[in-house]
């Protein structure tokens, strides 16, 4: 059921945002029509989160959980310039329950000892002049690196309090546990696919 997890976050996760796509550069309000000012972007993990949703017990119901601990870097330029890094440290998986954080965390799951990072690196970035379009990149999880591609979305740019730049992104896919070793009662305890849904803020540097 955590997979789902890692994977998004991977996301990122997400997916996330690099790309001339569309930005405001005034205060205030998010704006989808104006370029973003290029630069490189730190996430601000106050404002990011990596989500996940599973199907428990062979599907007969859906729950969700997150990652706590995300952190990376974008570039954002042209779509072939811009590039993301994400990391996210699996101990800071959290579902609201300690008894099923704590299985999430054991070698059933992501082995959060043994693999205490999950994380995302972008190969290809594409958005069109509606700030939508796709994210590609390899995410390892649970010690497996696969591709995954997952949709992509500019919500907006801006100035923060202090004036300076943000921008945001929110990246969504789905991805199979399997693909990455977590073999652990499925479909039993959790589906096989998992749902991820990430959403970032990033601070220009």
């Known amino acids: 059921m955590s997979i789902r997890s890692t994977v998004a976050i991977a996301i990122a996760a997400a997916g996330l945002a690099l790309s001339t796509a ?50 990376g870097d974008l570039v954002v330029d042209a779509p072939e310039k811009s590039k993301i890094n994400v990391t996210i440290k699996t101990e ?22 043994q693999f205490p990072n999950l994380t995302f690196t972008s190969t290809a970035v594409k958005l069109d002049n509606k700030g939508e379009g796709t994210v590609a990149g390899n995410l390892t999880l649970h010690g497996v ?4 591609t997952l949709k992509l979305k500019h919500i907006g740019s801006g100035k923060g309090m202090k004036g300076e730049q943000r921008v945001g992104y929110v990246a969504t896919g789905s991805i199979k546990r399997t693909d990455f070793g977590m073999n652990y009662a499925v479909p039993g305890a959790a589906t096989d696919e998992v749902d991820l849904r990430i959403g970032i803020e990033a601070i220009k540097q």
């Open 22 to 71: 569309t930005f405001a550069d005034g205060p205030g309000a998010p704006n989808a029509g104006v370029a973003a000012p290029v630069g490189t972007y730190k996430v601000d993990p106050a404002h990011s989160g990596a989500f996940f949703e599973i199907g428990h017990m062979g599907g007969i119901s859906r729950f969700m959980g997150r990652f706590n601990d995300i952190a």
């Open 92 to 113: 800071s998986v959290d579902t609201n329950h300690d008894g099923l954080n704590k299985h999430l965390k054991s070698p059933d799951f992501f082995n959060a000892v």
């Open 145 to 148: 690196t696969k591709p995954v």
